[in-house]
């Protein structure tokens, strides 16, 4: 059984509109992060929470919003979307000071 | 800027064979991991070298680490088409207390034939 749980796993999208990807993690662990694959580029970094406070902040538009309203939870809501969202996002989790990271199947957002 | 770089975008074996793949980074590291990620998948880490080590193993896959040169290798010996996927490295930062960011190469599609 997977023990991160991203929902869904395909999403579509029109421009302009909000989504939120939701992740779920049963392995216990305390901090929680949110990367971003898109076509030809490498796995980037967005965010980082530790026992849901945010840690880290790489993303630079406020259209996107991590939601943490349970300590296993890490929800990212996007607004106004635009093409350029486009990618897979991938909710990953660690062992707090280890820094092993393990990453749930990845939502494809699909933006038209 | 991107922290740790695989040196070659893809690299086709046939099953059997070994096969090595590159990676250089620009920043002292505490810790350099390899990750696999086959199509469809989330990540998954392979094996985790700290500074102090020059060498680890995980079954057929061996890393190696050259602090001097800011470079790491894997080679994986025996290859199966089950292998086939894309290898990252990753070079982590660390924040005081809880939590690390992982800083990932663009990866290097490995294809194995059979």
């Known amino acids: 059984d997977p023990k991160i749980i991203q929902k869904p796993k395909y999403l579509v999208a029109v421009t302009g509109s909000e989504k939120i990807l939701i992740c779920e993690q049963y392995?216990?662990?305390?901090?929680m992060y949110w990367y971003r694959q898109s076509a030809k580029k490498p796995l980037e970094f967005m965010f980082s929470?530790?026992?849901?406070?945010?840690?880290d902040n790489q993303t630079a538009s406020s259209r996107f919003q991590p939601q943490s309203s349970k300590k296993n939870h890490l929800d990212l809501q996007i607004t106004a979307l635009k093409p350029d969202d486009s990618a897979t996002y991938f909710c990953?989790?660690?062992?707090?000071?280890?820094?092993?990271?393990?990453f749930g199947a990845g939502t494809r957002l699909s933006v038209l | 800027s991107q922290l740790a770089e695989e040196n070659l975008w893809a690299l086709s074996v046939h099953e059997g064979e070994s096969v090595t793949v590159n990676c250089s980074y620009k920043?002292?590291?505490?810790?350099l991991q390899w990750y696999r990620q086959k199509s469809g998948e989330g990540p998954a880490q392979l094996i985790l070298?700290?500074?102090?080590?020059r060498e680890k193993r995980n079954g057929r896959l061996r890393a190696t680490l050259d602090t001097s040169s800011q470079s790491s290798s894997l080679s994986i010996t025996a290859t199966r088409c089950e292998d086939t996927a894309v290898y990252f490295c990753?070079?982590?930062?660390?924040?005081?207390?809880?939590?690390?960011?992982?800083?990932f190469g663009t990866g290097t599609l490995l294809s194995v034939k059979p």
């Open positions: 990753a070079t982590d930062e660390h924040y005081g207390g809880s939590g690390n960011k992982l800083i």
């Open positions: 920043t002292s590291i505490t810790a």
């Open positions: 990953a989790s660690s062992p707090g000071s280890q820094n092993t990271l393990y």
């Open positions: 929470y530790s026992y849901q406070k945010l840690m």
């Open positions: 070298i700290r500074s102090n080590e």
């Open positions: 392995l216990g662990h305390n901090a």
